[in-house]
């Protein structure tokens, strides 16, 4: 089966394709690329992009032709809990949940009645960011405000890149030869986008992003957790913010840039190595609140058997690795320097002899555990 993995951004389509074989995971590569300028005189619209795309295929795949979609899907709301096949009713209910992910959302319903009219009797499966964190319980995602903002509004802790975190918790498990109904964790995703999330008994019990992925870690450009008055008293003294710039300069332009003066890690480690006092404040920033939160939600799962660490920064950035992994001695945590430090690909263990935890990195893979859940979708 070759499936068409769809990521569509406002102005973006991201896409691969896999084949994959009966009883396989995620299937071997065959071709992948991106449609940038969605929106422009050049490609107006999603639809022509993937009029684009169609053609590509046809050269890049040399004449054979997919037999599903899969869409990343951002948020899913309380709605959807497990991937789904697209239906006309299915594509309005993700639009009906817009206003919980108005930059998100709408690209996403885009790229299905893109495909739909492209390729109208092909299969689409939407699978959702939120769906794995639908098994928190009811105690960890309420928040405690009025009824109403619930009941109105929908305003609860969904959390965010949930199809990472269950695809990797799955593989450290694997690594680990743990079942994956017994298997206790916290899982770092950390990219410009960062989330941490409590596995207990293999299923996502608490996660650190919350109604919109703001909440938690320090991240690249997001202020991660603010005091909510932070927000109230900067409206009141500044005459000329509104809520949308308020909401842009806390998504857009804080975090690490705010501290550092740039997004990337890599920038802010090399600063930092050469001395700026302001590279190393963001470091130590976001290394102390991931480790507050490994230390939390290792009492939130009774106890974890593993660390693990994934996404860009997780999987490449051993010097912010060995920085968090420092401050959680009082766990019993211990980091093999030279195992963090090797170039090395694949799921690995870096901890050392003794150490409490294991603490791995495992590489992430979404687009494979789109393709999967697609397949097993599509074939019944």
């Not at 949308?244 to 332009?253: G, S």
């Not at 963090?340 to 690909?345: H, K, L, P, Q, S």
Request: charged share 25%; net charge negative; hydrophobic share 40%.
């Amino acid at each position: 089966m070759l499936v068409l993995v769809v990521n569509c951004g406002s102005s973006s389509l991201k896409y691969q394709v896999r084949e994959l074989e009966p009883g396989a995971d995620g299937g071997t590569v065959l071709t992948s690329g991106l449609i940038e300028n969605i929106g422009s005189s050049r490609i107006q619209d999603h639809t022509q992009a993937l009029e684009l795309l169609a053609g590509r295929l046809e050269t890049e795949l040399d004449g054979r032709t997919v037999d599903a979609a899969g869409h990343r899907v951002v948020h899913g709301g309380e709605r959807f809990s497990a991937p789904v096949l697209a239906t006309p009713e299915i594509i309005r209910d993700i639009e009906r949940l817009v206003p919980l992910a108005p930059l998100h959302n709408p690209a996403a319903v885009l790229g299905l009645r893109a495909v739909q009219k492209t390729w109208p009797h092909l299969p689409q499966v939407c699978v959702f960011d939120t769906a794995f964190h639908r098994t928190m319980p009811e105690h960890v995602w309420r928040y405690a405000v009025p009824e109403r903002f619930y009941e109105h509004w929908g305003i609860r802790r969904y959390g965010f890149h949930g199809t990472s975190h269950d695809w990797v918790t799955g593989q450290a498990a694997e690594f680990l030869g743990i079942p994956r109904e017994r298997f206790r964790a916290v899982v770092a995703h950390l990219g410009n986008g960062a989330s941490v999330t409590a596995i207990r008994d293999g299923r996502s019990y608490d996660t650190s992003m919350g109604y919109t992925p703001l909440a938690g870690l320090v991240m690249g450009t997001r202020t991660g957790d603010l005091d909510p008055s932070v927000v109230t008293a900067v409206l009141r003294r500044d005459p000329e913010m509104t809520p949308e710039r308020l909401d842009a300069v806390l998504n857009k332009e804080s975090g690490l840039r705010a501290v550092a003066g740039d997004h990337d890690m890599r920038a802010v480690q090399e600063a930092a190595e050469r001395g700026d006092e302001r590279a190393e404040l963001a470091l130590e920033m976001a290394a102390y609140r991931l480790a507050k939160y490994v230390g939390g939600y290792h009492v939130a799962v009774e106890g974890a058997q593993a660390l693990v660490f994934t996404a860009g920064i997780g999987e490449n950035a051993a010097p912010f690795r060995k920085r968090v992994c420092d401050r959680l001695g009082a766990l019993g945590v211990r980091l093999d320097d030279d195992a963090n430090a090797a170039r090395a690909r694949g799921t690995r263990r870096i901890s050392a002899p003794g150490s409490a935890l294991e603490v791995l990195v495992v590489p992430t893979d979404e687009e494979q555990a789109i393709a999967a859940a697609t397949a097993a979708l599509v074939a019944g």
